[in-house]
């Protein structure tokens, strides 16, 4: 499942928010008060198109409570980034796991000094 960087941001929030309550119903306007706690600003219109996107993704669900949309992650962080390191050994490694893991250890060291 391909992101951009700020569906992941907004995924993170997210996940930041049921961290203690798994069940807790999140709204739009917390993920953009969570966001905006964090020092970054984004319009809310902004962040409601892309929550959409992650449910036309199906990586969110949009449910209805009385007169209020509320949201819930269909993965948590761990499924995600399984799913998206599947998806990049796929991409660059043919579905090699091994040629991934000789990358990542032969490119290491430039990582951890940026």
């Known amino acids: 499942m391909v992101c951009g960087s700020l569906e992941i941001e907004i995924l993170n929030s997210f996940w930041n928010l049921t961290a203690i309550d798994e069940d807790k119903d999140i709204s739009i306007q917390d993920v953009v ?3 905006s706690s964090n020092g970054t600003q984004r319009a809310y ?3 409601k198109t892309v929550m959409d ?3 036309a993704k199906s990586i969110l669900v949009r449910y209805k409570v009385g007169k209020k949309f509320f949201y819930k992650a269909t993965m948590d962080r761990r499924e ?3 799913d998206m390191l599947r998806e990049f050994t796929n991409n ?3 579905g090699n796991y091994a040629n991934m893991m000789r990358f990542v250890e032969k490119e290491m060291d430039d990582l951890l000094v940026k």
Do not use: C, H, K, P
Request: proline share 0%; glycine share 0%; aromatic share 14%.
């Open 33 to 35: 008060d969570n966001l």
């Open 45 to 47: 219109t902004t962040i």
């Open 53 to 55: 996107r992650l449910v």
């Open 92 to 94: 660059f490694f043919d």
């Open 80 to 82: 995600m980034a399984l």
